[in-house]
């Protein structure tokens, strides 16, 4: 085993997360893979949150900082508590590398599915059935569904590698990419006779945003009157500039947060919100 500390976790978003419509299908989408152990493939533009549905759906956020750590003791000696969610989680979330050669994705995906089955053993031990041995338990494998993010990173021998995944442990595998990634799929035959589901993320619609805006006004210490014509005002600005782009919209509210806090604003204004968008950089979507 490599013994070099390994990180699984590629980034944790600051934000909570917010269960939006498109997650709600995202999450059917990754249900119907993993209960028919198909090959899914998610696609949409950057930034609408394909990343962060993937990695909520996974309970990454719960999984990955204990990968590395989960069986040791903790400082008086005890074994580590694991919180009860993880007996729910049946899925591995796996970002693929950008210089990702087939051995390495195998090694990869090898030990976070032996950490993870072990670490629900522990999770069900703990929380559900304590007379249980470990040590003489035939416990099932429990990942039922990986989903790889980046996956159009993949080269051929790459994707051969997932395609051997995919039949070896009889599990759902679903690839996360850019617009494009199904024509890239598309030229590997006997991988894409396996796709079964297709999902194309969509942008946030009109309603979410303004749902999603409510945070943020709420966050910035005033609250959002649709009946007040300046709020409305400043609502469809940032509509029309972000276009539902959920990473955009983050960007722009935290550009015109630092406006409001540098010019001591407490209201949020057309004005504002344009004066914002004039210092980000946005690029096509
Ligand atoms: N459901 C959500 N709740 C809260 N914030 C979100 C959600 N989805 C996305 N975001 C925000 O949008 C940002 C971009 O999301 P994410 O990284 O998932 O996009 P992506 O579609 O994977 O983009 P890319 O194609 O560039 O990888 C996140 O960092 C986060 O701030
Ligand atoms: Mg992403």
Redesign the pocket.
Known sequence: MNKQKKDFQS?S????????K??RRFSEFCNACQKYRYIGVCF?????????????YAKWDLIAPLVDSFYKLDSSGNNRLLPKDITKCNSLFYTTPVSGTPGKIERDIHYLQHRINWMIDEAIIQHEQPDKDLKTWESPDHIELIIV??ADRSKQAGFEQFRDIHDRLGVGLIF???RGIEKQLSRHPQLYSRVGFVHD?RPLSQEEIQF?LKYKWDELGTSLDPSDFTDTEAVASIIRITAG???L??RLCLQFSRLMEINEMTIITKELVETARKSLVIGIM
């Open positions: 980034y978003c600051p934000t909570p997360f917010l269960a939006t498109e997650y949409g533009s950057p930034g609408v949150g394909k990343t962060m549905s993937g990695r909520q993010d980046e996360i990419g850019m993320f999603i782009n959920f990473r919209i983050h």
